[in-house]
């Protein structure tokens, strides 16, 4: 069986992620590598770094035990960190969001923060602090930066103020319908929220970007999504957290539209598979089988557009489902 009780007290690592970095033969080597670069605070370019940023992504945990993946947009300016154990956070309640059932205080949180722009991005963790009704704080839990693979260059610009509500408002689906679709097979970017409840009774939420050539997630016939896991640091933060509990929330954006694409429900980590040989640069292989869909049109006040230096490097070294489709076939007779 691949998860076993682990020491968490003694690992800077869950037993989900211990799991999966034995499975790939690094598991010693992570030991030491999360007790230097793990850290319980913000680090002085991190807390500038927030600061001015656009928008943030967060991963949230519902009263149901749902994970729910969003992004957030205000004016640059609307994070900010008074001490390097802090993030203030100055966003209101945000109901049309189902991610925001988790935003309570004593809740656990993961955010992202990632600039398109520049592929710079740092991870965090933590617990909500509710001191004010215009925001919150989080108290950190861990802190660390992340490598640009896979993160396609965008430029952003607001095309509204923040303060303003969405036109439309959120649309419940049962299944995927044609938007939906549209909005995945064309994706070449998403974000995904998973979490871990830890021997010691904390819980530990995380939100993640997953980049990939346009077309990387499949949708199957029955609705389940299949995505390719590629060589990343090893920390297998996402995967350990399904292997722990199934759960996963993702979140898609159109960035010429501002809509936003928010499903939850259960995934599972693929080790062995024929697709998996079949499909250049993956090393697993994980699928999401969403139970609530939530469509939300132009939920954000911001537009994105391709930068000019195009497609991200490490993307070139990755297949796609249609050449894994044909490695499968074979030769034709």
């Not at 770094?49 to 300016?77: H, K, M």
């Not at 925001?100 to 600039?115: F, K, Q, S, V």
């Not at 919150?136 to 952003?156: H, S």
Request: aromatic content about 8%; charged content about 25%.
């Amino acid at each position: 069986m691949l998860l076993t009780t682990a020491t968490e007290g003694a690992s800077p690592w869950h037993a989900g992620e211990q799991a999966l970095q034995r499975q790939a033969g690094v598991a010693g080597r992570m030991e030491e590598v999360g007790r230097r670069v793990l850290r319980n605070h913000l680090i002085e370019q991190h807390r500038a770094f927030y600061p001015q940023l656009p928008f943030i992504v967060l991963g949230t945990v519902d009263g149901e035990g749902d994970a729910w993946a969003t992004v957030r947009a205000d004016t640059p300016g609307f994070l900010q960190s008074p001490d390097p154990y802090t993030l203030h956070v100055a966003l209101g309640r945000e109901e049309a969001d189902p991610a925001d059932a988790g935003i309570g205080d004593g809740n656990a949180i993961g955010m992202l923060g990632i600039e398109l722009h520049t592929r710079r991005r740092n991870r965090l963790n933590g617990t909500i602090r509710r001191t004010r009704p215009a925001g919150f704080e989080v108290d950190v839990g861990q802190a660390y930066g992340n490598c640009p693979k896979y993160i396609q260059l965008r430029d952003f610009r607001f095309v509204d103020d923040p303060s303003n509500e969405p036109i439309a408002g959120p649309i419940a689906l049962q299944t995927l319908d044609g938007e939906a679709r549209r909005m995945i097979d064309g994706a070449d970017t998403f974000f995904v929220a998973t979490y871990a409840d830890l021997a010691h009774g904390e819980r530990q939420a995380d939100v993640s970007h997953r980049g990939g050539k346009p077309g990387f997630v499949r949708i199957g016939g029955d609705g389940v999504l299949t995505i390719p896991d590629f060589a990343g640091n090893l920390f297998f933060n996402t995967l350990g957290n399904i292997l722990a509990n199934g759960k996963a929330g993702l979140v898609f954006a159109d960035f010429e539209t501002g809509g936003l694409l928010q499903l939850t429900g259960d995934a599972e980590v693929i080790l062995e598979a024929p697709e998996l040989a079949a499909f250049e640069g993956a090393e697993r292989l994980w699928r999401f089988t969403p139970r609530r869909i939530i469509r939300r049109p132009g939920a954000l006040p911001l537009r994105w557009a391709s930068h000019a230096e195009g497609q991200s490097p490490s993307l070139r070294m990755t297949g796609s489902w249609d050449e894994a489709a044909r490695r499968l076939a074979g030769p034709i007779a």
